[in-house]
């Protein structure tokens, strides 16, 4: 068991750290919240870096440091409109322990609140809203960012992956997955020429966030107002389109991610339009024509990607994904290809939608 008060004591904080409690469920970093002489409201929060999903943490916390200074001399109140990062007393943005454990740490933000998971369209319009507000405050960041995960979204890397995925055989699975290998192989050339536009920087290259789920989003605990983005681990520079893309496989989506009953799953049209609403209430004239026009593309494709990533995992073994049963990968690769067909069936009407906006 680690003493987080000797880690906490590394960090140049205010005050004496008098009780540490752990917050949320830690599935890639373990977080924890420092209480300072005695108040009742956390004054930090601490985490642990996972440097086994993030390999250079302190290009990482770099990454960070700069975006958000950035940030604070756009907004009116920058201890709360953005991350705050709190060093380490020998001047470094982060700990490292004599296991080999990195630590950061940074300012809690007073007085906000966060959801889990968005499941009303006015939930989704905030949460469009949040990532529209965090691309437009960046939208002229012209620093080039470190690649915190190698190939990200990349789906020219992801091939290169998945064709030794099905050379290797690993699990020996292959055999029994003609029709899966078929979804993926037949929309190859079109998710290709997709990514090819970014490559020839026909798409620009913008800061991204990377994991836009709303619970990566804080509001006013008192008026509900948007405060800011969390969670930068995952930024990097590449296309916008990954987040709008990952947000819309999110949000949209009416069943759960690995749902058995692929009855339940498809793509909600009510929460591709309140997303959408959201976002482009700000960005509509931050966007170029090509971004706009590949805006309800960006779904498609992280969908996609989501569906090969899984079917991948399964013909590999399940080395990557954690699984609760042996067929669990392969049922995520189908609750996620029922949502990208949803997606397909409907695509004309979300452009429509935006074109509309």
Wanted: aromatic share 12%; proline share 3%; with cysteine.
């Amino acid at each position: 068991m680690k003493d987080l008060n000797k880690i906490a004591a590394q960090f140049a904080i205010e005050g004496q750290a008098c009780a540490i409690k752990p917050l949320g469920e830690g599935f890639i970093n373990d977080t924890y919240l420092i209480f300072t002489d005695g108040k009742d409201s956390p004054s930090y929060i601490l985490q642990r870096k996972n440097h086994l999903v993030f390999p250079d943490v302190p290009a990482m916390m770099d990454n960070i440091r700069r975006v958000t200074e950035f940030i604070k001399t756009k907004v009116s109140d920058p201890l709360r409109e953005t991350l705050t990062v709190i060093p380490a007393k020998d001047g470094k943005l982060y700990y490292k322990d004599e296991d080999g454990c990195f630590w950061a740490v940074c300012l809690f933000i007073r007085d906000s609140r966060s959801y889990d998971r968005a499941d009303t369209p006015e939930l989704a319009y905030q949460g469009g809203l949040g990532l529209g507000v965090f691309h437009k405050l960046v939208s002229d960041f012209k620093e080039p960012l470190f690649e915190t995960i190698k190939g990200f979204h990349n789906i020219r890397w992801r091939f290169s992956q998945w064709d030794e995925a099905l050379r290797r055989n690993a699990a020996g699975r292959v055999g029994s997955l003609g029709e899966e290998i078929g979804w993926i192989e037949s929309r190859r050339e079109r998710m290709l020429a997709f990514w090819e536009k970014f490559e020839k920087g026909e798409i620009p290259t913008r800061v991204t966030h990377n994991d836009t789920k709303i619970s990566n989003f804080l509001f006013d605990a008192k008026d509900g107002s948007l405060l800011c983005a969390i969670d930068l681990d995952t930024m990097m520079s590449s296309t916008m389109l990954n987040d709008t893309g990952d947000a819309l496989r999110s949000y949209t989506n009416t069943g759960a991610e690995d749902d058995r009953d692929l009855g339940k799953v498809g793509m909600s049209m009510e929460m591709f339009k309140a997303y959408m609403k959201g976002y482009l209430s700000v960005m509509k004239d931050e966007l170029t024509p090509v971004e706009k026009e590949n805006l309800a593309f960006s779904g498609l494709y992280i969908t996609y990607e989501q569906v090969l990533r899984f079917l991948m995992d399964y013909i590999d073994g399940d080395t990557y994904y954690k699984t609760k049963y042996p067929e669990h990968n392969l049922v995520r690769t189908h609750a996620q290809y029922k949502l990208l067909t949803s997606m397909e069936e409907q695509f004309d009407e979300m452009n429509a939608f935006i074109a509309s906006l």
